[in-house]
């Protein structure tokens, strides 16, 4: 049926009209594409298509193994193994943080209770030779008797979900014959050399980078040496605060050993969030388009040969966009940025770990979770079945909508952010110049009806046709 101008610019007024409620205000419009092009829709290309690369979806532990008033809770039991399972991470960081300046395991003890081990197994004597205060560090975690031994949990815990360990080496009070034992009982695929040791507490063991190549140059060479093939990462100073200190701590690391250098994504780095979540929207596009880019291209030249490993990234919980539905969509953001960067560059950003997943069931009953971001990080999660490949995805006159495209064994699976408060119908979809016509369409959302939202649902639906909700991440399987 041939539709003229007019009868496209009756519909839509028809359209406005019938969605505008008895307070003024406007309902949700299904969108149609821009009525000057002919080609609006989705074209995917297959010919040059790259494997995906999996560990850029990874989670850090840190303190997952009690819950408020650090009452032990048992992680290798349901609910909370099916709740983790769900998020199919590629792999878990252990301890993470400044913990792992104090943690220690116990070498040849690999029981969960009753063991010698209890919690991270801080050292008294570690916090004295530092000028620390044990019972202060760290909350008090040290004090208190758990009857678990973490490490061991951990590792137990990797076993259950049959996943590897990333590990975060204790480059202060640590031996390196505790970190091989690390390594052996997680099956780590990385070690992570300390976490900030460029900062002021803890100049006493790395006054300055020299210090710190000199004691982690000699350990890296002896895990690599044990452990061929394992990935080794040195702890960078932020390449995108240009104080004296952090200059010249890189500048001194620039030659050190190691396969990667550490990079933390925080959004409280890239830009100061507003009340006003519409305002947050262009600020976030911006980070992802220009910032980060610029971030890397810093990195490359400050560690030429070593890949980037975001050893933490995440929405602090005191920014206004916490739990969010824009903070949802910043997370969607985050994996299509990392999925399409490393498509077109050799897989630069080898690791990417979400900080902290506590933060997402704390244990206490819901209260101060960050449930809205589960929902996103286990949608976005569905990608990383399997082994699928990343294909050419060009989206054409549907503006606010972005997104990646994978697929294996002739089974798609798009990762859609719909960033406009109206609903949009997706008119073409094409892979290798041939369009999609018959097929079923299974679409994950997570949804709101504002970016400022905390009211954030999830759900699952069968369709005839692929249509995103206002302010949404989808993943459509096909």
């Given at each position: 049926?041939i ?27 299904i ?15 297959t ?16 303190d997952?193994f009690?819950?408020?008033g ?13 709740w ?5 991470l ?5 301890s993470?943080g ?7 395991a ?5 029981l969960?209770?009753?063991?010698k081990?209890d919690?991270?197994n ?6 004295e030779?530092?000028g620390e ?7 008090g ?5 758990f ?6 949990q ?11 360990g ?5 480059v202060q ?11 052996e ?7 992570i ?6 900062i ?8 300055d980078?020299?210090?710190y190549?000199k ?5 890296i060479?002896?895990v ?7 990935i080794t990462?040195v702890?960078?100073?932020p390449v995108?605060k ?11 690391l620039k030659?050190i050993?190691g ?17 006003n979540?519409?305002?947050n ?10 910032t980060i ?30 739990n969010?539905m824009?903070?949802c969509?910043?997370i ?8 399409n ?13 979400f ?18 971001f589960?929902k996103t990080?286990?949608a ?8 699928k ?10 503006t606010?909508v972005?997104?990646?495209a ?6 798609h699976s ?10 949009i119908s997706i ?20 949804a ?6 905390f009211?954030v649902?999830?759900?699952s ?8 909700k206002p ?8």
């Open positions: 049926m539709r003229t101008t007019q009868a496209l610019v009756l519909l839509l007024l028809i359209a406005i009209g019938c969605n505008t409620t008895g307070n003024g205000k406007n309902a949700s419009l969108v149609a594409p821009d009525s000057s092009s002919t080609d609006a829709g989705i074209t995917i290309n010919a040059n298509a790259v494997a995906l690369y999996k560990q850029v979806h990874s989670g850090v532990t840190i997952i009690f819950a408020k650090m009452v032990p809770r048992n992680i290798l039991a349901d609910p909370y193994f099916s983790l399972k769900a998020l199919n590629n792999s878990l960081q252990y993470g400044s913990t792992s300046d104090h943690d220690h116990i070498i040849g003890d690999t969960i209770n009753g063991g081990g919690g991270y801080l050292r008294r004597e570690d916090a030779a530092r205060s044990f019972d202060e560090i760290l909350d975690v040290g004090t208190v008797k009857g678990v031994d973490f490490f061991n951990y590792t137990a815990l990797l076993k259950k979900l049959k996943v590897r990333d590990l975060i080496a204790n009070g640590g031996t390196l014959e505790e970190l091989y034992w690390k390594i009982r997680s099956n780590a695929q990385r070690v050399f300390g976490l900030e040791q460029n002021s507490s803890n100049a006493r063991d790395y006054p980078g020299n210090a190549k004691k982690i140059s000699q350990w060479e002896a690599e040496k044990k452990y061929p093939g394992i990462t702890d960078a100073a995108y240009q104080t004296s200190k952090f200059s010249e701590w890189n500048k001194q030659d050993p396969d990667e250098a550490r990079l933390y994504i925080w959004d409280k780095d890239l830009f100061t969030a507003k009340e979540a519409a305002d929207l262009p600020v976030i596009n911006q980070a992802f388009s220009q880019p610029q971030w890397l291209q810093t990195f490359k030249s400050n560690f030429p040969g070593k890949n980037v490993a975001v050893c933490q990234w995440g929405i602090k919980a005191k920014t206004s966009i916490h969010t824009i903070g969509l910043y969607g953001k985050f994996y299509e940025f990392v999925i960067y490393n498509s077109n560059n050799s897989n630069f950003i080898s690791y990417a770990a900080m902290p997943l506590k933060s997402l069931n704390r244990g206490d009953g819901g209260k101060g979770d960050a449930a809205n589960y990080l286990k976005c999660g569905l990608l990383f079945e399997g082994h490949k990343v294909n050419e995805m060009v989206i054409t006159g549907l606010g972005s997104g990646v994978c697929s294996e064994n002739g089974i798009l990762l859609l952010m719909n960033e406009t408060g109206n609903e008119p073409s979809l094409k892979i290798d110049g041939k369009s999609v016509t018959g097929k079923s369409f299974t679409i994950h959302s997570v709101a009806s504002s970016l400022g939202s009211d649902s999830e759900g639906v069968q369709t005839t046709s692929v249509i995103l302010y949404s991440v989808n993943v459509v399987v096909f």
